[in-house]
């Protein structure tokens, strides 16, 4: 599975992005998705997850009611809308897929996924 992120940028503190992340390969579908970001300095961070079928989401306490992160199996894509940007959202951010072979809720912890994409850069301005 090859996963490309894109949609990163520069945005001023209230405003919002929409992180896309394209798969190619294996059965996207198969696979539960998460995006993670890190920070300069800090460590990588889960920032929300989704199942298989999209019927399951979970988030990071600090995105909980901002963020939303959603699926289209039609065009092997996964989506992260990011709104009420904060100066601590910025960060690289990557997206993940983690084999699981059936429906399981996603997960939080990176070592369980199998394959990451490149980071997209969101920078949010005070």
């Known amino acids: 599975v090859q996963l490309q992120a894109s949609g990163g940028g520069l945005v001023q503190a209230g405003g919002f992005l929409r992180l896309s992340c394209a798969a190619s390969?294996?059965?996207?579908?198969?696979?539960?998705m998460g995006w993670f970001r890190q920070a300069p300095g800090k460590e990588r961070e889960f920032v929300a997850g989704?199942?298989?079928?999209?019927?399951?989401?979970y988030y990071a306490d600090s995105v909980k009611g901002r963020f939303t992160i959603s699926r289209d199996s039609a065009k092997n894509t996964v989506y992260l809308q990011m709104n009420s940007l904060k100066p601590e959202d910025t960060a690289f951010y990557y997206c993940?897929?983690?084999?699981?072979?059936?429906?399981?809720?996603?997960?939080?912890?990176?070592?369980?996924?199998?394959?990451w994409g490149q980071g997209t850069l969101v920078t949010v301005s005070s």
């Open positions: 989704i199942s298989w079928s999209g019927g399951s989401t």
């Open positions: 390969g294996r059965t996207f579908s198969t696979y539960a």
């Open positions: 993940a897929a983690e084999f699981t072979g059936r429906d399981n809720a996603p997960t939080s912890q990176s070592s369980e996924y199998d394959y």
